[in-house]
């Protein structure tokens, strides 16, 4: 081995995660490609590694840790100054009460900021300072704010000059490099790895730029200089010979274990899961191949080349985190990777890819997907119908859901998604409260679902057309009962309509048309004969049918009349 050309070949998700971490890390600029599988450094690009690994998660999550929240509001101080506190309203003083109690207090004591302190060279004291600030009190209720804004403001003043030298300390280049990277450490590091280096709560080291340095970096030097005649054993990653089988996977999360308690886990109870030191620096580069953004984090196994695989997570990453800085109420991780896909699979591209695996972190652990040919089709198709969904969801007991993550979902397990249209139809037939979607949404729905359905062949007849009188003739159906003064019977025909309809029968579901139809005297539209055809054209025809009778708004009429 030499240090002109260090090569690592795409291998198993993790591990090419960990490769996309690593080249974030050091800059496509520091890399040579090889091949489509293959990638190549020089032992130069691990000259300061520690700096630049923590460098790399401060500078892309920066405006989501906690220590921008405490720096962030600097601005707000110079704007009540400037304008010589005109301005400061009762609105204001509760978002700085706010400010104090939940953010700087909170963080300035936390435990992880305490062994930070003594890293930094700056002489402030952040927790004498953290003891002296407190929450202003606000107008008795027998007060109003502009009596007391005097009082008030002078007590703003007093805090401000406090938070003031809190954030300068923060902003410092160590309240920077110690404070930002102990949040990183929790919220995006720790949930790739754990347990060894500065994630040991035994460790002796309270540097961890040293600690990684040591651990990780230090080993991987030595080790591409050490002649290697002396190695006995082999990399269980990469077949690189090794000395012994010191070096595992066990501070992996959900993936390593540690040998020396679990021998059931391997061969015949005799450990042979040894990994060399490059392999090891390249796991630890793991969380930085994903994206992580609120506990939940996103990584695509394009492993058909190197190069789709660095664009398509750096598409995502670009995507999720714009997001989060427009302010979408929810950052939502399947609209990145919707989004990435429909600029990576453009064209001709997406019918030349095999399928991908996708892979999701949530609540502490991976949940995998094949993106296969036939989704990237589906989502082709219905991108306009899809994008119509980010903002709507709905919410049952202490649980949100949100309905474009609850179709991508069901879109990437090859599911249809009549239960969830035939749920979200009943909710709104019922009147739930915490809806936040109408019956456009499920029209968008029933929209995909058609896609879907013809993607798989189980809808070939069908058209998105006549899915659309389909609805239409629901809203016709309203109107006829409405003009004969019966529209109260409207909601128990529909629920006798979703019953038939769940239980797929279509006999009951034909019996209740063709009595209400003779009820108003009308001919049952021809369009109906087809949901004889199969299952899902009786459902996808119903369905829209049903949202057809409940869509009363009068936006859907004006359209069409």
Known sequence: ????????????????????????????????????????FSKEVLHGFENKYFEYFIDTYEKLLPWYKIISYESEIIRFENNDFD??????????????????????KSNSYKAAYPLMKNETDLLDLEKKLKTIPTPKKSETFSDKKAVIVDEVKERFSILKNIITCCKSQDGR??????????????????????????????DMYVDFKNHFVTPTEEYIDEEDTKRKYHCFVCDRSIKNLNLDLSFLNQTGFDTSRKSSHVWNFTNDVGICPICRLIYSCAPAGFTYVYNQGLFVNDSTTIENLLRVNDNIKMSTLQQNDTSVRTVNTYYALTKAIQEQFSGKMKFELADIQIVRYENESYRFNVLSRLTLSVLNQSKEAIIKLLNTGFREGNTNFNLYELVMKKLFNNENLFTSIHKLIIYKLSNVSNLYYNIGHVNHM??????????????????????????????????AYKD?????????????????????????????LLNCYSYLKKQVPELFLQVFTNDETFKTIGYAFVAGIIDNSIKNEEGRE
């Open 177 to 206: 490099r110690y404070l930002a990277g102990k949040n990183v450490i929790y919220n995006q590091i720790k949930n790739g790895w754990d347990g060894v280096c500065f994630l040991n709560p035994q460790t002796k080291e309270k």
């Open 484 to 512: 004969k003064g019966s529209d109260n019977k409207l909601s128990g025909i529909s629920y006798k309509l979703l019953n038939a309809l769940k239980t797929n029968n279509i006999n009951m579901f034909m019996d209740v």
């Open 446 to 479: 029933l929209e995909i679902n058609t896609n879907f359905l013809r993607e798989v062949g189980r809808m070939e007849g069908l058209v998105k057309e006549e899915v659309r009188k389909a609805n239409q003739f629901g809203y016709y159906f309203r109107k």
């Open 87 to 108: 301005t400061f309203d009762e609105k204001n003083l509760e978002q700085l009460n706010t400010y104090i109690k939940d953010i700087v207090k909170k963080y300035i």
């Open 1 to 40: 081995m030499n240090d002109i050309g260090i090569e690592v070949t795409l291998k198993e998700w993790l591990y090419n995660a960990g490769i996309v971490g690593f080249v974030n890390i050091v800059g496509k600029e520091n890399i040579n490609v090889v091949d489509n599988s293959t990638i190549s």
